[in-house]
């Protein structure tokens, strides 16, 4: 069946440093990949959508890698703010839908 | 800036009551969707609607489930007899031409949160 998996646990970090996010997928051979993030109570809010022929996107702070061979994509958050402070979803197409993964719970300490 | 919203922000019902869940899409979009999340839990895809009809729906969307498009602006979820277990915030999302077929984004609302007492 398809799956995608983001990182149960929590990633608590300290004010500047980088976050890292993985999203590993399994049965899916997506042409894209996009990722939300979501605040408590909150819709999810596009961020960035990256292609299979890109290995890499970026958009001010924030870079999204996509490796279809590992079927992974890793989301990185330069020079990390509280205000970074939220659940990171990770999203493929599968059909007519974009079907999303649990959310990693991103926390920047200042 | 252009935005999805939906109404009510909150809504309590008795189980066995029907609802109405009200959603404004962004108005130059023709792909339709709504979403659901238990507490704690992830957006799970309900279904999704373009010209009119249904284009696709999960397992979650059974018969108790409808979605109506009954004029040019709004977009609607009804469940006949709510459950217990139907309490979650539910969002509506659209997306522009193409929809996720063209690579486009979706974008959502503000959560509808639903409590079935």
């Known amino acids: 069946s398809q799956k995608i998996e983001q990182n149960s646990e929590a990633l608590n970090i300290q004010e500047g440093k980088t976050a890292t996010l993985t999203c590993n997928y399994t049965n899916y051979s997506p042409a894209y990949l996009q990722w939300y993030r979501q605040d408590p109570g909150r819709g999810p809010v596009f961020l960035l959508l990256?292609?299979?022929?890109?290995k890499e996107k970026r958009k001010e702070r924030l870079k999204v890698t996509f490796d279809t061979t590992l079927k992974q994509s890793l989301f990185h958050i330069t020079a990390s703010q509280p205000a970074d402070s939220a659940t990171y979803l990770c999203a493929l197409v599968g059909g007519n839908k974009l079907v999303f993964g649990a959310g990693t719970i991103l926390r920047v300490k200042s | 800036e252009p935005e999805v919203t939906q109404t009510p922000s909150h809504q309590v019902t008795q189980m066995g009551q029907e609802v109405i869940l009200r959603c404004v899409p962004i108005?130059?979009?023709?792909?339709f969707y709504w979403y659901r999340q238990i507490l704690g839990q992830k957006v799970e895809f309900l279904v999704s609607f373009y010209n009119n009809e249904i284009s696709e729906k999960s397992e979650i969307f059974d018969d108790q489930f409808s979605v109506e498009r009954p004029d040019g602006s709004n977009f609607t979820l009804k469940i006949r007899s709510t459950k217990l277990e139907d309490s979650a915030m539910y969002f509506c999302?659209?997306?522009?031409?193409?929809?996720?077929?063209?690579?486009?984004?979706?974008?959502f609302g503000q959560g509808t949160r639903l409590t079935v007492v």
């Open positions: 108005s130059n979009h023709l792909y």
């Open positions: 999302a659209s997306s522009a031409l193409g929809g996720f077929l063209m690579n486009t984004e979706a974008f």
């Open positions: 990256i292609r299979e022929n890109e």
